[in-house]
């Protein structure tokens, strides 16, 4: 979640985004945002939206559905009626991770939804308390593996959040075992790095670059297969000594499996369309994300049932449920 006033300005959890000639079209398209107003997943998915009207030619509503990580909205739209109606604005863990954690889920999320476009793509920053004396990812493990198991502690948004499992992919990488301090959202466990009470934190970028400009954050690495524009001097995990690790995320739309295959081809095409528009490519990049690879969505379908499967076999290993 980005740490900026705009995000505070955002206050509805419905908004209407009307279409040229939408009058014309029966009813309204629902798109689910499986978060509260106002964050940075909400902000990108109404600029979305509005955009996915415009090249639809038809009104879309986004109605926010927050709750249980984002399983509550997600699974919504997954047992929605597959009639083009109810589309899903996602992050990748909802759709990826969330199935693992949830106890008696009961709906399988890669099979119950298809997917209709992939928006964005991002990488972490991994921040680190300057305080902690280290300037480089390999002084950072030295430094940790120096002292006893468990003494050291990195910070999330919670169980099962993005940040929570980058950490988990970089320590098991790396060889160290470090503390887990789950919090109740980005901004709070970020801020505790700042305070110098945790270690370090994987952020999105967005709320993490000031703070690494203004030297109260040190960043070690991205988490990317390159390194950041907005960070150059920062090398990649690869770079730093984690040879092939790289660790991202991504935005994507879903509709319930079995919506009519006219309309998902309508849909594509208009959603295409939306992510390659400059206005949504500068959206993005003021969250600190980038525009999703141009790749046919058969193979986005098949890398989210890799990424599912993934996840399936890291979390029973590491044994993380939700608590």
Request: proline share 6%; net charge neutral; with cysteine.
């Amino acid at each position: 979640m980005s740490i900026t006033r705009r995000h505070l300005l955002r206050g509805a959890a419905t908004v209407p985004l009307l279409a040229r000639g939408a009058t014309a079209q029966p009813q309204a398209v629902t798109m689910v945002v499986p978060y509260a107003p106002g964050g940075g997943t909400d902000i990108v998915g109404r600029s979305f939206a509005q955009l996915f009207s415009r090249e639809l030619d038809r009104t879309v509503v986004v109605e926010n559905r927050s709750g249980a990580a984002g399983h509550i909205g997600t699974t919504s739209v997954a047992r929605a009626r597959p009639d083009g109606n109810t589309l899903l604005y996602s992050v990748s863990t909802h759709i990826v991770v969330n199935p693992h954690l949830q106890r008696g889920a009961g709906t399988e999320l890669v099979a119950a939804m298809v997917p209709v476009v992939q928006a964005t793509s991002y990488q972490y920053v991994l921040a680190a308390d300057p305080d902690l004396g280290v300037s480089s990812l390999a002084e950072l493990v030295a430094l940790v593996k120096s002292r006893a198991v468990g003494s050291m502690a990195y910070s999330s948004a919670g169980v099962g959040s993005n940040n929570h499992l980058a950490a988990v992919v970089f320590c098991d990488a790396a060889g160290i075992q470090m503390e887990h301090v789950p919090y109740r959202g980005s901004l709070p466990a970020l801020l505790d790095v700042v305070a110098h009470r945790v270690a370090l934190i994987f952020s999105s970028p967005a709320p993490a670059i000031p703070l690494v400009r203004e030297g109260k954050l040190r960043a070690l690495a991205v988490t990317g297969d390159h390194r950041m524009d907005a960070l150059p001097e920062v090398p990649t995990l690869s770079e730093a000594g984690l040879t092939g690790v790289t660790i991202t995320g991504w935005h994507g739309v879903f509709a319930p499996g079995g919506t009519p295959a006219e309309l998902m081809g309508q849909y594509e095409a208009a959603a295409r369309r939306a992510v390659a528009t400059e206005e949504f490519r500068r959206r993005i990049a003021l969250e600190g994300m980038e525009p999703a690879p141009d790749r046919p969505i058969g193979a986005f379908a098949a890398s989210v049932r890799e990424e599912t499967a993934y996840w399936g076999r890291k979390l029973a290993e590491m044994r993380i449920r939700m608590e």
